[in-house]
């Protein structure tokens, strides 16, 4: 068996000690003659999965009782209507950053369910920036205010949180257990798990209880969060094999030390990349400094006609999914939790080798 380094942006790499514990209880869970999957979600089994999965999770980020923790289906996309349908009010609006593709979708879909305003944009430095605080034109009576903490595509990242009168909303779906997080300046954040949770289909959503009831009269029942809590994420059948594997990511980002340990990785992962990048003249990131992410890192070449032979090469390599969104082109590197320091140390090889004979 050869096991590539996989720089997929999502469904994305999984922990090699994850992926063998779920090998190993594959055909039998811990000795109850079937595996996980095949078991009722309401058996004290996998009850007791799912209670643990979230224990870890509340421990790893700190969330308080203040908060409900939600395992639900649909991906970060089904939130982008599900956060106007649960807090927007008949003739109330929301607020919107516009930092990239996501932050667009996230508006496009709410429009269709309130009144929103886009009190800033980065659109005119082609999501290159984030807009300084103090230029945005956020409405002191606006039901919530949206952003997007790491723009997947673009590779842009707040490292900062915003200050804000109203309840922060924030789709996190590719920084969450990235880095210590501060729960409480939130009012609801989402993420679709297929980057550093676990696997595709399952969705997190961690909601302050006071925001919890206050949804549009036509929400319908599965995106009301309201209903999710009181069913502890059962209203109907959960994605039971995707909390399963969730929790077996908690476990192992707990036995690393957390998410102070994990950060400290991320940070020597995504420095040593930038520096390759920025130490030569063949390759370039467009974003400005402060706001580049750890997560996604993308990249051209200075010559975009040996895109092709690059990605080839590095595939030969073991180096995959190095393609940058369709949207944008380029290389985009994603180096999230379970993406081996060695990964990154084998791709800056890899780019400083190719650059060497092609550049
Ligand atoms: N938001 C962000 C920041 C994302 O990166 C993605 C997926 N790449 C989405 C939303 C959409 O997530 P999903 O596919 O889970 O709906």
């Given at each position: 068996?050869?096991?590539?380094?996989?720089?997929?942006?999502?469904?994305?790499?999984l922990?090699?000690?994850?992926?063998?514990?779920?090998?190993?209880?594959?055909?039998?869970?811990?000795g109850?003659?079937?595996?996980?999957?095949?078991?009722?979600?309401?058996?004290a089994?996998?009850?007791?999965?799912?209670e643990?999965?979230?224990?870890?999770?509340?421990?790893?980020?700190?969330?308080?009782?203040?908060?409900?923790?939600?395992?639900?289906?649909?991906?970060?996309?089904?939130?982008?209507?599900?956060?106007?349908?649960?807090?927007?009010?008949?003739?109330?609006s929301?607020?919107?950053?516009?930092?990239?593709?996501?932050?667009?979708?996230?508006?496009?879909?709410?429009?269709?369910?309130?009144?929103?305003?886009?009190v800033?944009?980065?659109?005119?430095?082609?999501?290159?920036?984030?807009?300084?605080?103090?230029?945005?034109?956020?409405?002191?009576?606006?039901?919530?205010?949206?952003?997007?903490?790491?723009?997947?595509?673009?590779?842009?990242?707040?490292?900062?949180?915003?200050?804000?009168?109203?309840?922060?909303?924030?789709?996190?779906?590719?920084?969450?257990?990235?880095?210590?997080?501060?729960?409480?300046?939130?009012?609801?954040?989402?993420?679709?798990?297929?980057?550093?949770?676990?696997?595709?289909?399952?969705?997190?959503?961690?909601?302050?209880?006071?925001?919890?009831?206050?949804?549009?009269?036509?929400?319908?029942?599965?995106?009301?969060?309201?209903?999710?809590?009181?069913?502890?994420?059962?209203?109907?059948?959960?994605?039971?094999?995707?909390?399963?594997?969730?929790?077996?990511?908690?476990?192992?980002?707990?036995?690393?030390?957390g998410?102070?340990?994990?950060?400290?990785?991320?940070?020597?992962?995504?420095?040593?990349?930038?520096?390759?990048?920025?130490?030569?003249?063949?390759?370039?990131?467009?974003?400005?400094?402060?706001?580049?992410?750890?997560m996604?890192?993308?990249?051209?070449?200075?010559?975009?006609?040996?895109?092709?032979?690059?990605?080839?090469?590095?595939?030969?390599?073991?180096?995959?999914?190095?393609?940058?969104?369709?949207?944008?082109?380029?290389?985009?590197?994603?180096?999230?939790?379970?993406?081996?320091?060695?990964?990154?140390?084998?791709?800056?090889?890899?780019?400083?080798?190719?650059?060497?004979?092609?550049?």
């Open positions: 068996m050869t096991r590539c380094y996989n720089f997929c942006a999502g469904p994305a790499a922990p090699v000690p994850v992926l063998e514990t779920a090998r190993d209880d594959m055909l039998e869970w811990h109850k003659g079937m595996s996980l999957m095949e078991m009722s979600h309401r058996s089994e996998f009850i007791g999965v799912a643990r999965a979230e224990a870890t999770l509340r421990e790893l980020l700190g969330i308080s009782d203040d908060y409900a923790v939600l395992f639900l289906q649909g991906g970060a996309s089904t939130q982008f209507a599900a956060v106007p349908l649960n807090l927007l009010a008949e003739g109330a929301a607020d919107y950053v516009n930092t990239g593709q996501w932050s667009k979708k996230a508006i496009a879909e709410a429009r269709r369910f309130g009144r929103i305003n886009v800033a944009s980065s659109e005119d430095t082609r999501f290159s920036t984030i807009p300084p605080r103090d230029t945005w034109s956020t409405d002191p009576n606006a039901a919530y205010l949206h952003y997007t903490p790491n723009e997947t595509i673009g590779g842009v990242e707040f490292h900062w949180i915003p200050e804000t009168g109203a309840p922060l909303v924030a789709d996190m779906s590719s920084t969450i257990l990235s880095r210590p997080l501060d729960v409480s300046r939130f009012g609801m954040i989402y993420a679709g798990a297929q980057k550093n949770i676990g696997p595709a289909g399952l969705t997190l959503v961690i909601v302050r209880r006071d925001l919890l009831g206050h949804s549009q009269p036509h929400c319908p029942t599965m995106l009301d969060w309201k209903t999710a809590a009181e069913n502890d994420s059962m209203y109907n059948t959960p994605p039971t094999f995707a909390v399963y594997l969730a929790g077996l990511v908690f476990d192992w980002l707990k036995e690393l030390g998410l102070p340990a994990m950060a400290e990785i991320n940070r020597r992962k995504a420095a040593k990349l930038y520096a390759a990048i920025d130490g030569s003249t063949f390759y370039a990131n467009p974003v400005e400094v402060p706001s580049r992410s750890l996604n890192v993308p990249f051209t070449l200075a010559d975009s006609s040996l895109d092709k032979p690059f990605l080839e090469e590095a595939e030969a390599r073991g180096l995959l999914n190095l393609k940058g969104h369709r949207s944008v082109g380029g290389m985009r590197a994603s180096i999230y939790n379970a993406v081996p320091e060695e990964a990154v140390d084998a791709l800056i090889a890899f780019m400083q080798d190719f650059e060497q004979r092609k550049g």
